[in-house]
């Protein structure tokens, strides 16, 4: 292969290499946020007429902290006293909080969260798919392109 020709594949590799590999942070980034739940701290919520709204709809579980300036309940959700459907994150009172502001914490699924576990686990192999092309590419042009050939050459 002609010298010129080698050269044109070195530099395109170069290029194609410093490309992928700015492009890894990215697709590290967009994973983990399709793959990681997450979470709203002492986000401030209005109960009125019993009733009260979560910014985020969909949580994971219930919240692991409600108080107001006076009082933390702790075992509200769990026992009685507030019922919150995850789904919706609307929740209720029958009584025992009254009207006022609250703080709340909680964990929620993002809007772009894999539910499916098994969906989960396959994505979070598209980071690793991903250096192993880029690495692939890199052994395939040297391998391919006559380049071990020629450092045995020089030996």
């Not at 994973?31 to 002492?42: C, G, H, K, S, Y």
């Not at 509200?76 to 914490?105: C, H, K, P, Q, R």
């Not at 894999?114 to 980071?127: D, E, N, P, T």
Request: glycine residues 8%; charged residues 15%; proline residues 2%.
């Amino acid at each position: 292969m002609a010298f010129n020709q080698r050269l044109m594949i070195i530099i395109t590799v170069f290029i194609l290499l410093l490309i992928g590999l700015n492009l890894v942070p990215t697709v590290v980034k967009e994973v983990d946020e399709n793959t990681e739940t997450a979470a709203a701290v002492n986000e401030s919520i209005t109960i009125a007429s019993a009733t009260g709204t979560t910014t985020f709809d969909d949580l994971t579980a219930n919240p692991t902290y409600f108080s107001n300036a006076s009082t933390e309940y702790t075992t509200l959700f769990s026992t009685e006293g507030l019922n919150i459907t995850l789904a919706t994150g609307v929740i209720t009172s029958n009584g025992t909080v009254g009207d006022g502001t609250y703080n709340i914490s909680y964990g929620y699924y993002p809007d772009d969260y894999i539910k499916s576990g098994s969906s989960r686990a396959l994505i979070r192999l598209v980071k690793l798919f991903f250096v192993l092309a880029l690495l692939g590419i890199a052994i395939l042009v040297i391998t391919k392109g006559g380049f071990m050939e020629d450092l045995q050459k020089l030996k």
